[in-house]
């Protein structure tokens, strides 16, 4: 399956910048916004 357009990405991660420079890198995605984590039963 080809996936010409992804609306958004979530994910959770130890390393946020890492995480974005490798979305960046490897998917030739922007950064455009985060977010903090509101649901803290995962923590």
């Not at 910048?17 to 998917?27: R, S």
């Amino acid at each position: 399956m080809l996936i010409n357009k992804s609306h958004h990405v979530a994910y959770r991660c130890i390393d946020a910048k890492q995480t974005v420079e490798w979305h960046q890198k490897h998917l030739d995605m922007k950064f455009v916004h985060d977010t903090s984590n509101f649901d803290d039963s995962m923590d």
